[in-house]
Nanobody, 116 residues
Framework: QVQLVESGGGLVQPGGSLRLSCAAS????????MGWYRQAPGKQRDLVAR???????NYADSVKGRFTISRDNAKNTVYLQMNSLKPEDTAIYYC??????????WGQGTQVTVSS
């Protein structure tokens, strides 16, 4: 049974920071591409950042220079460090795993709210 469990969301003031975590089980984590996506109310779910099994990363233009994705294969966990947060970063953040067998799995999401 595959599980992706996100944590670390919450309410933060503009300019603040949060660190999201996604703990994976039931997949071969080390060979999976892991990603963070977000969905704001009334909008589609969009890619925020992605990291391959080899450590290559790519980011949405809107978060470049502010967000950093990383992974710890020993802990089967992917992280999203979010700095200089803006109100427009408010969304539900989802973890996604793309496995070597071309299966896709999603976490349940964690709410991030940036507001003063």
């Amino acid at each position: 049974q595959v599980q992706l469990v996100e944590s670390g969301g919450g309410l933060v003031q503009p300019g603040g920071s949060l660190r999201l975590s996604c703990a994976a089980s039931g997949i071969i984590f080390g060979v999976s591409t892991m990603g963070w996506y977000r969905q704001a109310p009334g909008k589609q779910r969009d890619l925020v950042a992605r990291i391959t099994s080899g450590g290559n990363t790519n980011y949405a233009d809107s978060v470049k220079g502010r967000f950093t994705i990383s992974r710890d294969n020993a802990k089967n966990t992917v992280y999203l460090q979010m700095n200089s947060l803006k109100p427009e970063d408010t969304a539900i953040y989802y973890c996604r795993a793309d496995t070597a067998l071309y299966s896709i799995y999603w976490g349940q999401g964690t709410q991030v709210t940036v507001s003063s």
